[in-house]
């Protein structure tokens, strides 16, 4: 048996003001929490027991999961009383562990989109003997992130800061937020304090001696941390690039869920996503998009790249251009919100009082 632990303790804050009310793993993507995706593909993948790490939010997640039978495996919850990092967080999550002490645990990070094939990562770990495995995807820019080259057969040996210089850039692969640990690995990690796997764990296992091995699995990957991620996880998620068994429906250019109502001649295009009891009314275009339960969406309104809250209200002729508003607010008619704009959760902006040109587009 493969045990997981699941890291979605969290608070979120690239996310607000999505993640006021709702921790990150639990927004809806492609119409479900998006933490019941990564569930449905550990259990495909063969995982049967998985400890969910929590801390914001935390009475949340097993009301909604409770004992993970439904994904047919067998959920735990261990909260953390106060953050206690990556690190911290796994070492704290490890005593409702079952594994032996050379068995190998996965660890996921809970803001993770991918099409990492798991039970590959868990088999090169297996081959190689090794005391930590761990998933690396390569990007076309990697200085947003911490590097970690390898030899020539896949061991890691070095993890870098983000590099400041291009000569720093040393590789494309970053670290891509899955891992497999020997079980007594994880027992080595510092209780009762803050840890951060990436800083303090890995360096100094590495330092130590310790075999790390890495696995380039360049297949989609997406970290869900920002609202312009986000929305376009959850379209990729529907449009079908993005791999999960738990999309609840045919996978294609618009997802509806039960009890939504859109009318005939509104446009729903690119992944666009309708939760339920929402209300899109006629001549609305919306691309792209993620409209949570109770939002309204009245005529005219043209929608692009944003993330509507639950009973959100958007008004006739408003335009949103990569914009988050988030739950409850209401956003008059005739207004125009472009990207990077955050509606904060129930606030009310009146008929056209937010422009970028000096009318409608």
């Known amino acids: ?36 995706h990564q569930l449905a593909r550990a259990a495909a993948a063969g995982v049967e027991h998985v400890v969910l790490a929590t801390s914001y ?15 047919g495996l067998h959920l735990e919850y261990v909260t953390e009383r106060e953050p206690l990092g990556t690190g911290g967080a796994i070492r704290n999550a490890a005593t409702r562990l079952r594994s032996g002490a050379d068995e190998p645990v996965l660890v996921f990070n809970g803001d993770i989109l991918t099409g990492l094939d798991i039970r590959a ?29 390898t030899d020539a ?36 990690i510092p209780a009762g304090r803050p840890v951060s796997v990436e800083r303090e764990t890995f360096p100094d296992l590495l330092a130590a001696g310790a075999h790390l091995q890495g696995m380039v699995d360049s297949t989609y990957w997406l970290d869900l941390g920002t609202p312009e991620a986000f929305v376009r996880g959850s379209a990729d998620l529907v449009l079908g690039r993005a791999p999960s068994p738990a999309v609840p429906g045919r996978c294609g250019d618009r997802l509806v869920l039960p009890s939504a ?9 690119g992944g666009t996503v309708v939760g339920e009891g929402a209300r ?28 509507v809250g639950a009973r959100a209200h958007v008004g006739e ?45």
């Open 1 to 36: 048996m493969t045990e997981a632990i699941l890291l979605v303790g969290g608070k979120g804050t690239r996310l607000r003001p999505v993640t006021v009310n709702t921790p990150k793993p639990m927004v809806r993507a492609a119409g479900v929490p998006f933490l019941t």
């Open 57 to 71: 939010l935390a009475e949340v997640f097993e009301p909604h999961f409770g004992d993970g039978s439904a994904l």
């Open 121 to 149: 990562l868990v088999r090169t770990h297996a081959a190689g003997g090794a005391d930590v495995s761990l998933h690396l995807t390569r990007v076309a820019d990697p200085r947003a992130y911490g590097l970690v080259p």
């Open 153 to 188: 057969t896949g061991r890691v040996t070095a993890f870098l800061e983000k590099p400041q210089t291009p000569e720093e850039i040393v590789t494309d692969q970053i670290n891509a937020g899955c891992y497999v640990f020997r079980r007594s690995v994880i027992d080595t």
């Open 261 to 269: 109502v859109v009318a005939a001649d509104a446009k729903l295009t």
């Open 280 to 307: 899109v009314a006629g001549g609305a275009r919306i691309s792209g998009s993620t409209i949570l339960p109770g939002a309204v969406v009245r005529p005219g309104a043209v929608i692009t790249d944003s993330l």
């Open 317 to 361: 002729r408003t335009v949103l251009t990569g914009a988050v508003i988030g739950d409850g607010a209401f956003v008059g008619p005739d207004n125009e919100l472009r990207a990077g704009t955050r509606i904060w959760c129930d606030a009310r902006i009146p008929a056209g009082a937010v422009r970028f040109s000096s009318d409608v587009a």
